[in-house]
């Protein structure tokens, strides 16, 4: 009888000891089996009127339920004096390092989302673009001045000459929107552009641009104007105001520089704008007859304008940033400022 009671307690006080998960638990559990008043304590009170025999066969058992209770407690509360040590309710605790969006994408998000409120489809073009679409197609024949313009990325081929490049300016997804879609129609495009030249502060050999083209039988200059100046108010959060000054590219006629507000001294004229009162942020235009005629459009019913933006520019005037290769730099120090 007192066999089985004994391998009871056994049993089930180890099985207690185990399940405590705190160092108050573990201490109530002590108390309850190995305790002066504790049932095993009690048992011993009943060897006296045992059988010799009996009384040493009992009390070796009654000492390896004792020892081994005692062995058990002793060993789980090292595990609990472990875990109440290593935590610390008052300590701030580890920082977990949470990813975030760089400026370039989070910029570029922005903007996407600006050119489709208004109204334009956003196309994702090719980077890698031939010969005719970064340049013929866009009224910028071989051998013709404007080609100097562009410090040219050619894919090399060993076979024969290749007319494939790195666009140089996301206005080659031109002629493919003009030949595949007919008007009216309004389309956007945002991706690199490459250009074979040293960089510095303000040159890189990629950026980013963006370039839209708008057309219909009653674009013109005004819608053109309105167009860009909603979109420069949405990227930089207040009221800006845009001017156009006369200037050449071979794919629009005529050409225009767009110029904005100075953002930093609102036009009271600072080092920045170069004392001007004005900062040249893009290039514009309604879109040349000749490109329009390359896409077999009719350029006497239809008009349309094009602008392109380097985004890379923007982000720098926004947040006021006077190194454009830090912004594909992997420098921490300047990402997580954003």
């Known amino acids: 009888m007192l066999k089985d009671i004994l391998k009871n307690i056994l049993d089930q006080g180890k099985k207690d000891i185990l399940m405590c998960r705190t160092l108050e638990e573990l201490e109530n559990i002590k108390i309850k089996y190995l305790s002066r008043k504790s049932e095993l304590m009690s048992l011993s009170k009943n060897f006296s009127q045992l059988k010799p025999n009996e009384k040493k066969e009992i009390g070796n058992l009654f000492n390896l339920v004792k020892n081994t209770l005692i062995k058990t407690y002793e060993e789980q509360k090292q595990r609990l004096d472990k875990i109440s040590i290593n935590f610390d309710p008052e300590h701030p605790g580890k920082q977990i390092n949470i990813g975030r969006e760089h400026l370039l994408t989070n910029s570029l998000v922005k903007i996407r989302n600006i050119f489709i409120n208004l109204g334009f489809n956003i196309y994702d073009y090719h980077q890698i673009v031939n010969e005719k679409e970064n340049f013929d197609y866009l009224n910028i024949p071989r051998n013709h001045p404007a080609r100097d313009l562009w410090d040219t990325l050619w894919i090399e081929n060993k076979n024969k000459k290749s007319d494939y490049l790195l666009r140089t300016h996301t206005t080659a997804f031109q002629h493919y929107i003009l030949t595949k879609y007919r008007p009216p129609l309004r389309f956007a495009t945002i991706g690199k552009v490459f250009r074979y030249e040293a960089t510095d502060k303000s040159h890189d050999f990629e950026f980013y641009q963006i370039d839209a083209l708008s057309l219909s039988e009653t674009t013109n200059l005004q819608n053109l104007k309105y167009t860009i100046e909603k979109f420069f108010i949405n990227f930089f959060h207040k009221d800006i105001k845009i001017r156009f000054r006369p200037s050449y590219f071979p794919f629009v006629e005529p050409g225009l520089e767009v ?53 890379d520019r923007l982000i720098m005037l926004k947040h006021n940033i006077n190194d454009i290769r830090i912004l594909h730099s992997s420098d921490l120090r300047f990402i997580n400022q954003f």
């Not at 290039?283 to 009719?298: E, F, T």
């Open 259 to 311: 110029d904005i507000n100075c953002i930093f001294c609102n036009n009271k004229k600072c080092a920045t704008c170069k004392f001007s009162g004005w900062i040249e942020v893009a290039g514009a235009g309604m879109i040349h007859p000749s490109v329009l005629a390359q896409a077999k459009i009719d350029y006497k019913k239809y008009r349309g304008f094009a602008f392109g933006i380097g985004i």
